[in-house]
């Protein structure tokens, strides 16, 4: 121990104050922030003696005012109060078992928390994240048990004509084994790319407990970019750090994830241990994701015995009903005669897709395909896809 | 092309409104910042109409002063400009290729730039960042080339009693072959863990151009974590999202990494397709990982064939002489006599490990270690290090 503590400040001495100086911009903020108490209730702290009014923008308030100040918008804002150090603070009451999202408001102007080095980014912002555990919010963090690998890859496509990135998550135990594994292909919404189930979406996490719980199959989960104009997230493409948002990067052909899916398929089934086979594939994704999954599990209509829709429906993207959106109830039907293990359904009360989900759930009613519904409360919010895919897993393979 | 345009408008229609606002605590924000122009300016832009003083803070600024506001240090600070709108801009003089780091210092507070979603993690902060190219940082850019995998995994560690976090690159063309290959073992520095090489290192983009442009071998690139009180990089453990930089994470036992190395090396060469061989063999690091390397590579003293020791010396952490580091020249030159193939040297003229590293040096003419030395501009900080994994791979496995 003696000697730990003589290391310490030896490496103290010879490194913090030269190299972290180099690198460290922001020095100045030695707080602890976002902190999640014991009681669930979560402090936040920020120095800014100078600045007349900092709040908390976070997915946790309660939304105040329609067009709050800072841009920050879907949201709503807490006041901080400062101390005589020019430390503003706010400790919020017990927050339910969630992984949240904030950022502050200083002065009208939104800023990342500098105490805390956390942050997602969801497209073409960042925002600061913090876990608040004792519940559902379990599944999403890191816990002391086997964990699988997760792999940034590339594969071609043909039909795309570029190599394209995929994330791919291999079970603990996967490569150690020669049993084979069946598969979930996970997609992300339009405002997404093949990253964001692994940040908001919690997916390694998820499936890392699930599983160590014995509560989901091992399996392998392979999250692809549902954008065909797109080769990778942003700032992982020859785009370079680009600011993604602007439309050209989604202008994707109408159906062409959809019919370029069997590449996915092949290249997982000829590059994995896994098992090629109906009873050994599942398909969900949420909203832009979840419509896929509808579709490529039509129209490959004897591959999936197992689709996930969250926060979806038919009507998004398919009007006109043309391409391979033609014939829709026929080939539903067809793929219900051929036989589903699982047909799953989540969405949440507030959801702007609530009514359109309502519409597919009748379509799926008249042809017949029996399904799993979940309402939940929620909106069209990362909150609620956590939620269904928890949910969900534990129902595949069985 | 219509159908592309109908499409956009729709999803636009569909999506961009509710969901992206959900999720968009950035919202009001709506400029390019930082665009790279076509000469190698650089421009910033931030919206803050009420902002009495905005500059950037920046690795590429001069620095103004000792003690600048904002806690930001170790940086420059340029000021901005405002508009008739209530946007600051500031466009820099031509920049050198580089990937450099900044953020906004807005009425003396630090804060990332929201038009700007790439960010970087260094221990307990972020940093936005972008990339000048047109020379040497054109190595660290994503680029139409083929890509290798970058898998996170976990191996278990008897010896220090934990599965721990390590990051593996393979080259492109790993998976589809049965080659076997060398491998590179890159090791971070004391503020730093598994993922620094991945972000600011911009390892897997430097071997990918390297390899393409046929001067590097294809090579696995191995990232363990150095520090042994650590299981895995911050946020990536079940730590949670802490708040690094306490030392109690970077407790680590004297020589317990050094000692423990033989593991990873057994992991690595019983799970990947690897030549298990010294001439296959090459460690390198940054600072404390370039200390790691002169010390694993010396008490495994046959088994590595390349040796890069990045801003760093011996006597970083091995004062008193006892452990591992005992006698350290004679088995130094032990190593020598087993011969090694390339003993590389870097260090920038402003390190404060500049005299401690020509102290290294000595020794190793005293103990007759042929050696490389590359002595370059700046100090202690990533932009060597990038040069140097740039300058050192292409020697290797010749």
Same mark, same amino acid.
């Given at each position: 121990?003696?000697?730990?503590?003589?290391?310490?400040?030896?490496?103290?001495?010879?490194?913090?104050?030269?190299?972290?100086?180099?690198?460290?911009?922001?020095?100045?903020?030695?707080?602890?922030?976002?902190?999640?108490?014991?009681?669930?209730?979560?402090?936040?702290?920020?120095?800014?003696?100078?600045?007349?009014?900092?709040?908390?923008?976070?997915?946790?308030?309660?939304?105040?005012?329609?067009?709050?100040?800072?841009?920050?918008?879907?949201?709503?804002?807490?006041?901080?109060?400062?101390?005589?150090?020019?430390?503003?603070? %706010?400790?919020?009451?017990?927050?339910?078992?969630?992984?949240? /999202?904030?950022?502050?408001?200083?002065?009208?102007?939104?800023?990342?928390?500098?105490?805390?080095?956390?942050?997602?980014?969801?497209?073409?912002?960042?925002?600061?994240?913090?876990?608040?555990?004792?519940?559902?919010?379990? #599944?999403?963090?890191?816990?002391?048990?086997?964990?699988?690998?997760?792999?940034?890859?590339?594969?071609?496509?043909?039909? %795309?004509?570029?190599?394209?990135?995929?994330?791919?998550?291999?079970?603990?135990?996967?490569?150690?084994?020669?049993?084979?594994?069946?598969?979930?292909? #996970? %997609?992300?919404?339009?405002?997404?790319?093949?990253?964001?189930?692994?940040?908001?979406?919690?997916?390694?996490?998820?499936?890392?407990?699930?599983?160590?719980?014995?509560?989901?199959?091992? /399996?392998?989960?392979?999250?692809?970019?549902?954008?065909?104009?797109?080769?990778?997230?942003?700032?992982?493409?020859?785009?370079?750090?680009?600011?993604?948002?602007?439309?050209?990067?989604?202008?994707?052909?109408?159906?062409?994830?959809?019919?370029?899916?069997?590449?996915?398929?092949?290249?997982?089934?000829?590059?994995?241990?896994?098992?090629?086979?109906?009873?050994?594939?599942?398909?969900?994704?949420?909203? /832009?994701?979840?419509?896929?999954?509808?579709?490529?599990?039509?129209?490959?209509?004897?591959?999936?015995?197992?689709?996930?829709?969250?926060?979806?429906?038919?009507?998004?993207?398919?009007?006109?009903?043309?391409?391979?959106?033609?014939?829709?109830?026929?080939?539903?039907?067809?793929?219900?005669?051929?036989?589903?293990?699982?047909?799953? #359904?989540?969405?949440?009360?507030?959801?702007?897709?609530?009514?359109?989900?309502?519409?597919?759930?009748?379509?799926?009613?008249?042809?017949?395909?029996?399904?799993?519904?979940?309402?939940?409360?929620?909106?069209?919010?990362?909150?609620?896809?956590?939620?269904? %895919?928890?949910?969900?897993?534990? #129902?595949?393979?069985?």
């Amino acid at each position: 121990m003696k000697q730990r503590i003589l290391l310490s400040a030896l490496m103290c001495l010879l490194f913090a104050l030269p190299s972290l100086a180099q690198q460290n911009l922001f020095g100045g903020q030695d707080l602890k922030s976002a902190v999640v108490n014991d009681d669930n209730t979560v402090t936040f702290r920020f120095l800014a003696p100078d600045a007349k009014k900092v709040e908390v923008a976070g997915d946790f308030a309660e939304k105040v005012e329609e067009n709050p100040v800072g841009g920050v918008v879907g949201t709503g804002l807490l006041p901080m109060t400062k101390d005589a150090n020019g430390v503003w603070s %706010l400790t919020t009451k017990p927050l339910q078992s969630e992984l949240y /999202m904030y950022l502050f408001v200083v002065d009208g102007v939104a800023t990342t928390d500098p105490n805390n080095p956390y942050v997602f980014r969801d497209f073409a912002t960042v925002s600061n994240i913090f876990i608040v555990g004792n519940g559902k919010a379990d #599944l999403y963090k890191v816990n002391d048990v086997a964990h699988g690998s997760l792999t940034h890859r590339w594969y071609n496509s043909k039909s %795309l004509g570029m190599d394209r990135r995929i994330n791919i998550y291999t079970p603990p135990g996967y490569e150690n084994n020669t049993k084979k594994y069946p598969v979930l292909y #996970l %997609l992300h919404g339009y405002g997404g790319d093949e990253d964001e189930w692994v940040t908001y979406g919690r997916a390694t996490q998820i499936l890392d407990n699930l599983i160590s719980q014995g509560k989901a199959e091992p /399996m392998l989960v392979v999250m692809p970019n549902g954008h065909t104009a797109m080769e990778a997230a942003p700032g992982e493409s020859s785009l370079g750090f680009y600011k993604p948002g602007g439309e050209e990067e989604r202008a994707d052909e109408r159906g062409a994830f959809e019919s370029a899916f069997t590449e996915i398929i092949n290249f997982v089934e000829s590059n994995y241990r896994v098992k090629p086979e109906k009873e050994s594939r599942a398909i969900a994704g949420l909203s /832009m994701g979840g419509f896929h999954s509808i579709h490529i599990s039509r129209i490959n209509e004897n591959t999936f015995d197992y689709v996930g829709v969250f926060s979806s429906a038919n009507s998004i993207m398919s009007a006109g009903g043309e391409g391979i959106y033609a014939n829709f109830q026929e080939s539903l039907k067809k793929q219900k005669d051929n036989g589903v293990e699982l047909y799953w #359904l989540g969405i949440g009360k507030d959801d702007f897709l609530y009514d359109a989900n309502k519409e597919f759930r009748a379509t799926l009613d008249n042809v017949g395909m029996k399904y799993t519904f979940m309402e939940t409360e929620g909106g069209h919010i990362w909150k609620c896809w956590r939620e269904y %895919l928890s949910e969900f897993t534990p #129902l595949l393979f069985k």
